[in-house]
């Protein structure tokens, strides 16, 4: 694949060839937002403004508290607390449009939301490569597996990007990187479980002694 500044961090990850390239993207991508918000974000008012209206989900807070020092942490909080406190009603009687900010803020986050715009991005970047028919398209088909949660997304920005042939030959190679590495995770599980007869007694478990770690990774993108 030709480099350039768009695709020099794809095809990074996809030379890996090391479990679902689409989860290694996401987790670049959110290491990077972590260190921005805590770090270059400090000095920028439209992040801190957008920052105080849409606050932290559990995760991003505790990476952000182990990224960055105290200080960049504590201003954060302070200013995303004030806009709480900004918004309380006035009145005697329950605000529904109060309500209705503290329900939607208890599931917002800014990093979430960067992420998620970003990895669009990316994924349409991939897409495009594919659409060239070069070599990378023998590098797509060379992955580990792609993640239940990423066949989704991928599948679904493909139909809305890719047309005839193109498209037809990229649900063929990310249906069977899905499909195949499903298939060798039940049968793992499947061994696994074998493994607790007594007639298995001796027997070597061979790979299937991490199928439930692997088997968690591919249906959450997280190891346990």
Known sequence: MKEDIRTIPINDIFLQ??????CTMEKMLEKNQVAYIVGDAMMEPNTRIETNKKGFCHRHFSMMTKEGNKLPNALILESHLQEIIDSLPKGKKPDKKFLAKINQLTKSCYVCDRIENNMN????????EWK?????????????FVCLEHYGKVMEEANSSLRGRALADFYDATTRLFKNYLKDLKEDATY?????????????WGKSIDVIERSIEFLTKEKP
Request: hydrophobic share 30%.
């Open 17 to 22: 060839k090391k479990g679902c390239p689409f």
């Open 121 to 128: 991005h990316l994924i349409q970047i991939v897409l495009t």
């Open 132 to 144: 060239k028919g070069n070599e990378f398209e023998s590098l797509y088909r060379g992955q580990e």
């Open 192 to 204: 696994f479980c074998s493994m607790f007869d007594y007639r298995s007694q001796g027997k070597d």
